[in-house]
């Protein structure tokens, strides 16, 4: 009876629990959203492993700022932890001179109009290979903010909300981002004359 109730706890209804010295609140609060928070990072970073670790990290980091009573709960408890999961992606990311992560075959290369390769020879498969190799240089060359919100579409398949809240921004800024990007994208294509198709 007692975890029905808590089932039907708000998340800040959970934060106040905890706060107050239920240490099985935090626990409902981190099972609540786990999966969530584990398929964000996973997408990102195509990694089981490295998911498990950053995951692990981010519920660290959530839980040792809820302890120190740095957190102000607004109600967006869960945007608020896909940031710091986001962040802890980002971190990596950053400690990697090169990021190998990005799985080209669910890369989405309609982003330029392009389309996917279907089944083919060898030699489609070697083309389709050097498209995702070009384009994949060519998003790495885009501002950091547009390089973001990219990756975050078109790899990690989350939507524009999705990435509002996780970089703490309005739609219409995700929005004006990936539209800059997009015609970056097509002017570094052209200025290299790369054939993607």
Known sequence: MICNTQSQQSDRQLLEAYRAGNPDAISQLIARHSKRVYDYIYMMVKDA???????????????KVIDQGRYTDSGRFLSWVMRIAH???????????????INESSAGFDIIGTQRLSEGSVEDAMVSDQIAADLRKLIEQLPDEQREVVKMRYYANMSFKEIAESTDVGINTALGRMRYALINLRKMIKEYDLALR
């Open 49 to 63: 492993e490295l998911a498990d670790d950053l995951h692990q990290e981010t519920f660290v980091k959530v839980v």
């Open 87 to 101: 962040n802890q992606v980002i971190d990596h990311f950053r400690s990697q001179k090169h990021d190998n992560t």
